[in-house]
């Protein structure tokens, strides 16, 4: 990560970095709080500019209303109307950094967990099961839910494609444009969306992650976030923190003129805490309920992690070696009086990439010196050449 790196090319070199950000990592923040790293706060934004006013929308009160959960709320309806009645413009993100679709309780909102790791689990309709992707921790696909016993189970998710199709429909007038990686592909092409943006021949503009970094869009007042549970229910114990960052940032873009930007989020979690201190701009708040669940379960900065990433185009190969090194990773573990925890090996979330098979498995320790020592023994040992073996230190996701 090249924030690592600065850090220690600084301490080599003797000289200061400063990390800036409105949105801290969990890790330096906490660096900071523990004096490891000095703390500097600015109190007050750029030209003093109002922040974004942020609603967060109910998708299980639309489900009641509408007999089946709507793409878009009403308030969000609503909203895109308005703004367009203004000649303004309105921004729609979707998030495509988790799953595509995510299990959820339509009545009370209740997200299938890991009893052992407290990511989301991964739904495989296929086999009617759900599992975990650290620790393999399977289960049957619930037909009631745990929590309220009801039997509204969705399975929610939604693409580019589908939303714009749906928004050409409300809005037959509007001008609208997709900007996702199967519009982009052609070089060139993200500078004539974001060309046409700023000369206000768009209207409404629909797109993934891409539009959340770097770009100002002064016409733009309205953001809505389609399903800030796709983000929740990403399978790395990271999700929340990565959901308040996405969310601050995409809630960024909007009404960086003169006017006060909207942002609506849609959520079937509107309670989840991530949610709650994004709309009160409250980021230490965030932070302290965060910290407070990664010291419960001992996830970083109370521990390092490293990934051991397997891949291999033959499946058996593959499935033979990952349990193997499961096998050798917690003898070694055992020799090192358990100091570390060995989770896995399971299938990566993404469970095949152009013709590759993948598993990882976890290893997780305060001591970084023994982590590594298992590593590079785990990699001496590793004998097939059919299946890769790599090695992620301080992993950034868990894909
Ligand atoms: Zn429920
Ligand atoms: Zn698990």
Redesign the pocket.
């Known amino acids: 990560h090249a924030r690592d790196l600065a850090v220690v090319k600084a301490k080599m070199q003797k000289a200061v970095v400063v990390l800036g950000s409105a949105t801290p990592g969990i890790r330096s923040y906490y660096n900071a709080r523990t004096q490891k790293y000095a703390f500097l706060e600015l109190t007050q934004r750029v030209q003093n500019r109002p922040l974004p006013r942020i609603d967060i929308v109910d998708m299980k009160a639309q489900k009641e209303a509408h007999g089946k959960t709507p793409i878009l709320s009403d308030t969000m309806t609503l909203a895109i109307a308005e703004t367009l009645a203004r000649k303004e413009q309105s921004l729609l993100f979707l998030n495509k950094r988790g799953f595509d679709t995510f299990l959820v309780c339509g009545d009370c909102g209740y997200n299938f967990r ?4 407290a ?1 989301a689990l991964k739904s495989h309709l296929a086999e009617s099961i759900i599992k ?1 992707h ?4 399977t289960q049957k696909s619930m037909p009631l839910c745990p929590n309220c016993r009801s039997g509204k189970i969705l399975s929610y998710g939604t693409g580019t494609q589908k939303l714009e199709k749906e928004i050409e429909r409300l809005f037959p007038g509007a001008r609208i444009c997709r900007m996702d990686s199967d519009t982009t592909a052609r070089k060139g092409s993200q500078e004539e969306i974001l060309c046409a943006l700023e000369q206000k021949k768009i209207d409404i503009l629909v797109g993934t992650q891409m539009i959340t970094k770097g770009h100002d869009f002064p016409f733009i007042t309205l953001v809505g976030v389609i399903a800030a549970d796709t983000s929740l229910n990403m399978p790395d114990f990271r999700a929340s923190e990565k959901t308040f960052q996405m969310l601050t940032q995409v809630a960024g873009r909007g009404g960086r003129g003169t006017v006060c930007g909207r942002v609506i989020i849609q959520t079937f979690n509107p309670e989840h805490y991530a949610l709650q201190y994004t709309q009160k701009h409250d980021y230490p708040s965030f932070y302290s309920d965060e910290i407070e669940f990664r010291r419960a379960l001992q996830y970083p900065p109370f521990s390092r992690i490293i990934c051991l990433r397997l891949s291999s185009g033959k499946k058996d190969a593959l499935m033979e070696t990952a349990q193997e090194t499961g096998r050798k990773a917690r003898e070694l573990a055992a020799r090192h009086g358990n100091a570390v925890e060995i ?1 896995g090996p399971s299938e990566s979330p993404l469970a095949k990439i152009r013709g590759q098979y993948r598993q990882q498995m976890l290893i997780k320790g305060r001591n970084s010196r023994i982590l590594h020592a298992i590593a590079f023994d785990l990699m001496e040992k590793h004998e097939t050449s059919a299946v890769k073996i790599t090695v992620d230190v301080d992993p950034e996701n868990f894909m």
């Open positions: 890991c009893p052992n790791c990511v975990c650290y620790c393999d921790h989770i």
